[in-house]
């Protein structure tokens, strides 16, 4: 029996599956397309999914096929100066089209040894006491402990479970595609940059050798969205709002996509979650929708391998559910916004007018680039105390001392989890997270980033003097020296979260007994 079923093979899903692999889980991976879809709908990671594939020593790989725009962060394209202090070393977007973060995740996982299984759907799924059976479209019925439906908006496994998706249905859509175009660049240029002054959801980007991506508002909203658009039906729209087809020709892909905005009843039925599109769609204003679904994957990860270890404390699990699904309805509410200050309505461009004269203020801007990039995320973690409590943390700089039980030198390696496959990633003496600073200096200065490579939680004690022993298993120490970390010691949980700071040993151990479970054997 395997460990988890994740239907779905897209960026969640594979996000998921490689946080499993970390703790050495049998994991599975069910795609229902035989090749992975060319759709570009996404262009980019905002600052938080940058961090969490910097945490997971990702970032370098992707930075290669990606171009980073600093400071790029805009709500519903206002233009405003990226606010001073904002929170993080990676501040910009990182422009990548969806396929090849797809690509990336995907090697990732099965680098890490889940299984990926691409051209079969569930067609059914049921649950006993302590399994979940998916049944697939030629017969085969497989067995897992949990399963995860990770199956896009238009999810099969929240259908099967029943969980109701409530919400408003498209009122507008748009078409969606890849084409050749014959006009000449600037021609392009000139007319979207016209068109653009009251239709902001209307665009054409190069992609290279001629080809144009292009969006353009439909004239209504198409009974069935499954079925694609045709070329004609491009070329009606682009004459109708530019006075030219472009000379369109050569399609690549074609589609459609509406401003429907859902959210799960629930995120979990017994043994089956859901998790990124499947939970939540919205309108793609500001391109939140597959960086909110690789943040549910990390939130997920470790809570369901804790359960499946058998070391979860009670409720951990259904913390994913209590955490997510808030940031889910925020960004739901963010996209409504944003949504209406694209209208060309006197009413909405009034109200766009008077953001714009806000966003000015620093504190204004920094809210809403923070919505945006998805840093302002702070969970319910417990009585509040120092300001670090529920906030990820960012990639401080550290001069560490002692890693574990042993001094760190120069050619130290972070070690994965006891239970995790061989090929884990662990932390590189000169990691490529891009960027200067982030590089490790001669005086032993690393990135905290850096020692999150495991999946495990993480205290970083700046006085010496604390201990993990009981939870060593689950728990890596560093001593660590931080100019930048205004608190004696933090413990981090493995999704980079502060969930304890301070520096007394008994208030240590009742947190990490709260998020890591009871005392081991296993000596600190």
Known sequence: MLDAIIVGAGPTGSMLAAELRLHGLEVLVLGRDAVPPPHVRSLGLHVRSIEIMDQRGLL????????????????????????????????????????VTDRILAEHAVELGAGIRRGTAVTAVSQEDDAVIAELEDGTRLRARFLVGCDGGRSTVRRLLGIGFPGEAARTEHLLGEMSVTAAPEEVSAAMARVR??????????????????????????????????LEDFRRRLRFYAGTDFGVHSPRWLSRFGDATRLAERYRSGRVLLAGDAAHVHPPVGGQGLNLGIQDAFNLG???????RGWAPEGL??????????????????????????STEPGPRAVRRLLAELSGFDDVNRLLVEKITGIGVRYDVGPSGSPLLGRRLRDVGLTPRRWGGAPLTATAVPTPSPDAPSTAVGLRQDPDAGGDRQKPSAAGRRRLYEFLRTGRGLLIDQTGELSLEGWADRVDLLVAASDELAAPAVLLRPDGHVVWAGDPQP???????????ERSGTAG
């Open 302 to 308: 470790w809570k369901l391998a804790a359960e499946l």
């Open 507 to 517: 208030e240590l151990a009742e947190s990490l007994e709260r998020w890591f479970g």
């Open 197 to 230: 002054e009251t239709q902001r959801g209307f665009g054409l980007g190069p992609v290279g050798e001629g080809v144009y991506r292009v969006v353009v508002p439909a004239k209504g909203v198409a009974a069935d969205r499954a079925v694609p658009p045709t």
């Open 317 to 342: 699990l259904d913390s994913y559910e209590s955490e997510r699904r808030p940031v889910a309805e925020d960004v739901l509410n963010s996209t409504r916004v944003q949504a209406e200050l694209l």
């Open 60 to 99: 370098g790989r992707l930075l290669e096929h990606g171009t980073r725009y600093p400071e790029a962060a805009r709500f519903a394209g206002l233009e405003a100066p990226w606010p001073p202090a904002v929170d993080t070393a990676h501040g910009y977007v990182l422009g990548i089209q969806q396929p």
